[in-house]
């Protein structure tokens, strides 16, 4: 049967028009998604929610978007490294600092008229011409070889976020203890995922509060599986620890702990509904 599925994601790269054949008795649903960048169809598995990406194609381009304050001699070098990266092939700055204005050539600026917060970072990925996202603050810099370590680990498993760094949790305790291989977050200072997985994100938003330095903790958490950090060695940082580093403000600890607080009584419900979605699929298996 023949069925057209409208999809509410058009911003991530669903096509709404896309008609796929369907078993009724099948908990899958099936999406084309198209790179706008590309021309090329990537296939997206949707099953009670979770949305499982085909790995891309090593020569996958991606697209950078780089969140800014206070920190713009930071962000000349760093976009300075990116244009010369293979991969990248669209670089987009968000500047949350509304009393400076910034300009480069050939790079997408958005100069917001306030202090938006982090979360406006997401809302920027659908605008993206690429389905690949590297996101990185501006107060580290990476090597294009140890960028490259990240992507070649994303390739695997395209269903999880990537980064340089990760966190864990301890019987619901957040620490700042950096952590590598499989973990519950990936630390948002770099961050590399398929654009679908905002879909998880997305459905958050209205019920739950994201805090203002925790969207890093509600991406990871809201997604159906863990993450992986990537050990890439030796970071170079410039301002990770200077007066406008959001981990020196009061309450920052307090308001990544709440974040989670709030994101496990969900994480329950995915394991649930993935438990679940597993369990249609061998009763099916075994009917046919």
């Not at 997206?44 to 206070?70: C, E, F, M, N, Y």
């Not at 294009?144 to 994303?154: D, L, S």
């Not at 805090?211 to 993450?227: E, M, Q, V, Y």
């Not at 007066?243 to 308001?255: C, D, F, H, S, Y």
Request: proline content about 4%.
């Amino acid at each position: 049967m023949w069925r057209e599925k409208i999809s509410a994601e058009r911003g991530l790269g669903i096509a709404p028009r896309s008609l796929l054949p369907r078993n009724e008795d099948m908990p899958l649903s099936s999406y084309l998604c198209e790179s706008q960048s590309e021309k090329r169809c990537t296939l997206v598995t949707v099953r009670s929610g979770q949305a499982d990406v085909v790995p891309p194609q090593k020569d996958r381009q991606l697209s950078a978007i780089l969140l800014s304050w206070r920190r713009v001699e930071n962000l000349n070098r760093i976009i300075a490294d990116l244009r010369r990266w293979k991969r990248v092939t669209e670089i987009i700055v968000w500047n949350n600092n509304c009393d400076r204005t910034l300009s480069y050539p050939n790079v997408t600026v958005i100069n917001a008229p306030r202090n938006f917060g982090s979360l406006v970072r997401y809302c920027i990925v659908p605008l993206a011409i690429n389905d690949t996202i590297w996101f990185q603050d501006d107060d580290i810099f990476v090597k294009e070889t140890q960028f490259e370590t990240v992507f070649k680990a994303y390739l695997s498993n395209a269903s999880r976020i990537y980064g340089c760094r990760g966190r864990n949790l301890t019987k619901g305790i957040y620490a700042m203890v950096d952590a590598f291989g499989e973990c519950d977050i990936i630390v948002s200072q770099t961050m590399m995922f398929h654009r679908s997985l905002l879909y998880h994100l997305f459905q958050l938003i209205g019920r739950i509060q994201i805090g203002w330095a925790a969207d890093d903790i509600a991406f990871s958490l809201s997604c159906p599986t863990r993450h992986i950090a990537v050990d890439v060695g030796p970071l170079e940082e410039f301002g990770w620890d200077d007066e406008n580093a959001q981990w020196r403000m009061p309450g920052w600890l307090e308001i990544r702990q709440r974040q989670v607080d709030m994101m496990l009584p969900f994480r329950n419900e995915i394991d649930l509904d993935r438990r679940g979605s597993l369990a249609r699929q061998c009763k099916t298996k075994k009917s046919r």
